[in-house]
């Protein structure tokens, strides 16, 4: 088949969970022989990556018009370009996707989470995507959700059922440090926390929770975003020696740091599944996790919830106290419910599943 990926800022991945899915579906997409295209904002080096086609187009570099203007530019070049299927992330580039099926392209939408609830957005941003959580019911061939809570959350408000695919995991340990080393990080002496630097992230209150804590750990806070630098200078305001921010990591350097942590912290109120969460998991770390019904749809019994940031430097204090043997169990669970639920072979063969589906009923 001949399919496109849109509504991301491309690959190689290196900024979020959307890039993380897309560079790992259309590889391997594309190893099993399919002709996959992934539009990009970021320029890599090649207009080709482990076999993928890369295509750049512009967009307007503004935190409200970025994802719209380039999936809008994106699908213009769709429409000449052509394809048997469209696969476009993000709820936000639903109203996209009538001009491809309009033009006899079948197109699938993955959702993404409840992204109005983002603190980020203004009152018209909000509007958008509530406006756009009913045209992802509407307007594509199909809808899909990484998240059995978001699947019921659009069942429950608008009565319509999406395909539920689950996010994969990349759960390769490595043995290297060089990161750790450069960080001043020792192995399995150190808290994990990483995602974007946004408020519904609650980097803030992570970094808090642990300077009440009695560690004697360090806290690695890995992040970025690109317009929230009022609120990432309010995360980086400390003193406490304890405390490692060394902006975003990505690659190899992100695995080492997934592979050595003593725990791993996930605090994230917004979205369907979180990519890092899973992949912490799947390499076997002791999770603490705020208990948003996503987040614990994902880890089930086998991390640690909390609620606020009193109740997280309690679990921090608790994993501390905890002997080996009670904390091996919880890596060991992690690691196996991430191998059952989240494989990315399996995520993969359900998308080409889907996009099958969709070629064959339009019959193009």
């Known amino acids: 088949m001949r399919i496109a990926i849109l509504g991301t800022r491309g690959i190689p991945a290196s900024y979020g969970g959307f890039e993380t899915f897309a560079e790992e579906l259309s590889t391997r997409l594309t190893a099993r022989g399919h002709r996959v295209t992934v539009y990009c904002r ?72 409840i992204e109005r609830r983002r603190r980020k957005w203004n009152a018209f941003a909000r509007a958008w995507y509530r406006m756009s959580e009913y045209l992802s019911t509407v307007l594509p061939n199909r809808f899909v959700a990484d ?28 043995e290297t440090k060089a990161v750790l080393e450069n960080l001043g990080l020792e192995p399995n002496r150190y808290f994990l926390y990483v995602s974007r630097l946004e408020p519904e992230n609650r980097a803030l209150e992570v970094r808090q929770a642990f300077e009440h804590s009695s560690s004697a750990m360090k806290l690695a806070l890995i992040g970025d975003a690109p317009h929230a630098k009022e609120y990432i200078a309010q995360v980086r305001d400390t003193k406490d020696p304890r405390i490692v921010m060394p902006g ?22 917004v979205g369907g599944t ?64 991430a191998a059952e639920r989240y494989n990315w072979d399996a995520v993969t063969t359900q998308y080409e599943k889907l996009l099958f589906e969709l070629e064959r009923e339009s019959g193009s």
């Open 42 to 113: 970021e320029r890599h080096a090649s207009h080709e990556y482990r076999g993928v086609r890369l295509v750049y187009l512009p967009t307007i570099r503004h935190k409200y018009f970025d994802t719209l203007a380039h999936t809008f530019v994106s699908t213009l070049h769709l429409l000449f370009a052509r394809a048997d299927a469209a696969l476009y992330c993000n709820a936000a580039n639903a109203l996209f996707t009538i001009l491809p099926r309009i033009f006899g392209i079948p197109v699938a939408l993955n959702v993404d989470g």
């Open 147 to 174: 998240a059995e809570a978001i699947r019921a959350y659009y069942l429950r408000k608008y009565g319509t059922n999406s395909i539920f695919i689950p996010y994969g995991a990349d759960a390769v340990r490595v």
């Open 248 to 269: 975003a990591i990505y690659g190899p350097g992100y695995r080492e740091l997934g592979s050595w942590c003593f725990a791993y912290i996930q605090a994230t109120e």
């Open 274 to 337: 979180h990519p890092a969460l899973i992949e912490a998991m799947g390499r076997g770390n002791l999770v603490l996790y705020l208990d948003t019904p996503e987040n614990s749809e994902v880890c089930g019994d086998t991390g640690l919830p909390f609620h606020d940031e009193a109740g997280l430097t309690a679990r921090i204090e608790e994993t501390l106290r905890m002997n080996e043997r009670e904390r091996d169990r919880l890596r060991a669970a992690a690691a196996r419910r």
